[in-house]
Nanobody, 121 residues
């Protein structure tokens, strides 16, 4: 049984920062990819960032503001979010898959329950 558990969400003012964490248990994903997606109220879930070995790929809307990283020893992926704007308000989901990174949520096999991020203006 694979579980992904997100944490670190909360309420922050515009311009502030948050760091999300996602811990994977039940299976190691050191050779796989992990990603972050988000779903704002009334909108479809969208890709945010993904990482396999190092570096990462990002949605245009977060590029330069968000940074994805991972610690394989802790089976954890992080999403550092800086210069937050109200449009970043959403439930953020962690996902994992075997193989390379993908921006397509259907390519991911495992999902967390999500953590709420709210950015006030």
């Amino acid at each position: 049984q694979v579980q992904l558990v997100e944490s670190g969400g909360g309420l922050v003012q515009a311009g502030g920062s948050l760091r999300l964490s996602c811990v994977a248990s039940g299976r190691t994903f050191s050779a796989g990819s992990m990603g972050w997606f988000r779903q704002a109220p009334g909108k479809e879930r969208e890709f945010v960032a993904a990482i396999r070995w190092s570096g990462g790929t990002y949605a245009d809307s977060v590029k330069g503001r968000f940074t994805i990283s991972r610690d394989n020893a802790k089976n954890t992926v992080y999403l550092q979010m800086d210069s937050l704007i109200p449009e970043d308000t959403a439930v953020y989901y962690c996902a994992a898959r075997v193989g390379g990174t993908s921006q397509q949520q259907r390519q991911y096999n495992y999902w967390g329950q999500g953590t709420q991020v709210t950015v006030s203006s």
